[in-house]
């Protein structure tokens, strides 16, 4: 247990769908991050927040939406997909992410997607 | 952007022996440099770290090198066991950054 908690753990979903993977974390961390991996980019960055604030989005789609009510809980809204974006999506957090290294990772155990 | 490469890809080793993996880094400003463990079903975890005043760091059987001059650290396993294997990442966390990932097999 790493406190961070991810569900669902598996979704199989159509390119017409519309669902949402969430992430909770209890560490009282300010950081939480959206990370994509598959066979062809393993743990690929798709964004980052800060105190809730988004810094960072790695040139995603906009077919990935996400959203950061609180420090505590992450969002990713998926709609529209396409076969290309079934992957394993894995949260996680740490104590910030501005001003230089984020320091020790907390990852969740990931949202397995596929999209049919 | 932080630009961080790791090799090798796949490492087979069998039971007892030692196994090193390797990443280089581009950002010369990087101050930390950590290595995660992904076993099956499982996210990544940290293992082993390392900050850029010291040039080595032990923990039981794992251990980590840092040689700033080159840009590079290194994760060392030593005496190996089947439950060493596992996915292995090194990071930048200036960008949250990963390498590619290291398959490690132990064969007993």
């Known amino acids: 247990e790493t406190g961070v908690t991810q569900t669902p753990r598996h979704l199989v979903m159509g390119m017409t769908n519309k669902k949402s993977l969430k992430c909770e974390q209890h560490?009282?961390?300010?950081?939480m991050y959206w990370y994509k991996q598959s066979a062809k980019k393993p743990l690929e960055l798709m964004f980052v927040?800060?105190?809730?604030?988004?810094?960072e989005n790695n040139s995603v789609p906009s077919r990935f939406s996400p959203e950061c009510p609180n420090s505590s809980h992450l969002f990713l809204h998926l709609h529209t997909l396409q076969p290309e974006d079934s992957a394993l999506y894995l949260c996680?957090?740490?104590?910030?992410?501005?001003?230089?290294?984020?320091?020790?990772?907390?990852f969740g155990e990931g949202s397995r997607l596929t999209v049919l | 952007g932080e630009n961080v490469e790791q090799h090798p890809s796949t490492l087979s080793v069998q039971e007892g022996d030692s196994a090193v993996i390797k990443c280089t880094y581009s950002?010369?400003?990087?101050?930390?440099f950590p290595w995660y463990k992904q076993e099956l079903g499982k996210g990544p975890q940290l293992i082993i770290d390392?900050?850029?005043?010291?040039g080595e760091k032990k923990d039981q059987r794992i251990a980590v090198t840092l040689n700033k001059t080159a840009k590079h650290f290194s994760l060392h396993i030593t005496e190996t066991q089947p439950e060493d294997s596992a996915v292995y990442f090194c990071?930048?966390?200036?960008?949250?950054?990963f390498g590619r990932g290291t398959s490690l097999i132990v064969h007993p």
């Open positions: 927040y800060n105190f809730k604030e988004q810094t």
């Open positions: 950002d010369s400003a990087s101050n930390y």
């Open positions: 560490l009282g961390h300010n950081a």
């Open positions: 990071a930048a966390p200036r960008e949250a950054t």
């Open positions: 390392i900050r850029s005043n010291v």
């Open positions: 996680a957090s740490s104590p910030r992410a501005s001003g230089g290294n984020t320091g020790e990772l907390f």
